[in-house]
């Protein structure tokens, strides 16, 4: 089926995500023009793809419940912003907060990712082959980060229980992330996500794995007496 | 919330443009604040001649003002009227040009002086601003503008950005800063004076007094990381610089152009979308305490 085009120069946002809206499942669209435009393709239930042609602004995708998003171009603030499920591709480089509180899904960067990228991550997956900002996996409390290139500081602060995997350096982990043993289920875990993403640049068995250090879940009534 | 955009022309063939780009790039940062809006814009340097950029509260007669101040100091004065707003062209230094102004137009507001250097700010909506003005017929080599949404301090003229604490020093804001009160103090102290109680007056002010002992405008922007705490994405131009700074959490965003014909700065990239060249230009977003400064 031929794919339905849509203008960014000729619809509003609410009208062209209100035409995504009533297509039917396996139904294909090009979204054209997008000069960074902001809140393409959010809220959609249903199983089609849609192609964006050229760089898009915040929140792409966001609020996905089944849709495959790809983005030829680079994106703005919180892409796949609290994604239930679907898949996100950005084939450039994309701002801060992407995947931020995404429940499912994937996301998908081919290039670098900006600051606190899977900010609160709560089941989501995310995978970044080039570089991530400071502060990425801060509170993230289920799901999956990959990163193929290098961390910014304060990687995984106050991390619940997202894994963290990192091919690269790491600039500094925040408080409470630790660097944990690699097991045979988390190798099998970034393989699937490399064959998933296409970033065979990534070694699944040289990767760095952060986790929680679980000393930030619980008040500690007597952590005052330390001072 | 609040937008910012600036435009540093590399390629003289622009120049004519300058107020045209740079008035859609602020049209379309709108969404980010709607309060107030307003732009500085620098114009090749006639040597011997300063600018007045005024603003007037009451009815003024421009024509009559330029007079009083041309015989008070025996100079030529030339006078553009805007209505509420007047630029004068004044054959004298700053000094002498701003004792004269004070002299016979007490209650007009300065908004900002220069060699270089016009400014154009008023409360309302960025196309209102752009429209009263004549933003779009203006020429220069570089411009900042700025569109706010005030959490901090009241929505007047004074209040709006840019800020000029200098001769040639416009700074826009994005953010707040949380200890302005205690650099207010300080700088006070030691003789500055303030129009208003804006926290981003603040910041204008010290990268000013910097200036004047003796920084650079990219030492200035270092200064600023060390003294002011809070939020911001800042953007600053001088006479022969622009400069870009985001502090170390950089949740105000920023995303710059560059190509061989200019460089280019806004809050969110859809404001670069219509440049010319753009889809070959460099498109990133500045890293977080970074001092990032071109000069021509």
New interface residues.
């Given amino acids: 089926m031929e794919p339905v085009t849509l203008s960014c120069a000729e619809l509003s946002t609410r009208e062209l995500n209100s035409a995504l809206a009533e297509l039917s499942d396996g139904a294909s669209a090009r979204i054209i023009e997008p000069?960074?435009?902001?809140n393409l393709a959010v809220g959609l239930t249903n199983r089609i793809s849609v192609e964006i042609e050229g760089?898009a602004?915040?929140f792409i995708g966001g609020l996905g419940d089944g849709p495959d998003v790809t983005v030829d171009g680079?994106v703005?603030?919180s892409a796949g912003e609290n994604l239930m499920s679907g898949t996100i591709r950005v084939r450039g480089?994309a701002?801060?907060c992407t995947a931020a509180s995404a429940h499912g899904g994937t996301v998908i960067v081919h290039g670098d990712a900006?600051?606190r990228t899977g900010i609160s991550l709560k089941g989501g997956t995310v995978v970044v082959g080039g570089d991530v900002?400071?502060m990425s996996g801060f509170m993230a409390q289920a799901g999956i980060i990959l990163v193929g290139g290098n961390a910014g500081h304060g990687l995984g602060d106050s991390l619940y229980e997202t894994a963290i995997y990192v091919a690269g350096t790491i600039a500094s982990l925040g408080s409470d992330a630790q660097v944990e043993e690699l097991t045979d289920e988390d190798v099998l875990t970034v393989k699937r996500l490399v064959a998933t993403s296409g970033f065979d640049h990534i070694d699944p068995e040289d990767v760095t794995r952060i986790g929680s250090a679980r000393q930030l879940y619980n008040f500690d009534a007597l952590s005052a007496q330390k001072y | 919330m609040c937008g910012i955009v600036g435009l540093h022309l590399k390629a003289p063939v622009l120049h004519s443009r300058l107020g045209e780009l740079l008035a859609a790039m602020l049209d379309c940062m709108s969404s980010r604040g709607p309060d107030s809006a307003g732009v500085a814009l620098f114009d090749e340097v006639r040597p011997g001649r300063v600018k007045l950029s005024l603003h007037a509260t009451d009815d003024i007669d421009w024509d009559a003002l330029g007079r009083a101040i041309a015989e008070d100091i025996e100079a030529s004065v030339e006078v553009e009227d805007l209505g509420d707003v007047g630029v004068l062209s004044v054959e004298a230094g700053v000094d002498r040009a701003v004792d004269s102004l004070r002299r016979h137009g007490r209650s007009l507001m300065l908004v900002g002086t220069g060699h270089s250097m016009e400014i154009f700010k008023d409360v309302g909506l960025p196309r209102e601003i752009i429209a009263r003005y004549g933003i779009e017929k203006r020429s220069g080599y570089q411009g900042v503008g700025h569109t706010r949404m005030a959490t901090e301090s009241a929505v007047t003229t004074e209040h709006s950005h840019p800020f000029a604490p200098a001769a040639d020093v416009a700074l826009v804001h994005n953010g707040s800063f949380s200890n302005p009160a205690t650099v207010r103090r300080r700088l006070e102290r030691e003789g500055i004076r303030f129009d208003t109680d804006n926290d981003s007056e603040v910041c204008a002010r010290f990268v000013a007094r910097q200036m004047e002992q003796g920084a650079d405008l990219g030492d200035a922007l270092h200064m600023v990381q060390k003294d002011l705490d809070g939020f911001f994405t800042l953007l600053v131009a001088t006479g022969d610089q622009f400069a870009v700074l985001r502090d170390s959490f950089a949740c105000k965003p920023a995303v710059i152009a560059e190509t061989d014909d200019y460089v280019a700065m806004a809050s969110e990239y859809h404001a670069l979308a219509g440049l010319p060249g753009i889809g070959a230009a460099r498109v990133f977003e500045p890293v977080p305490e970074e001092v990032y400064t071109w000069s021509r």
């Fill in positions: 000069w960074g435009r902001h760089n602004g915040y680079f703005g603030w480089n701002s801060e900006s600051s900002g400071h």
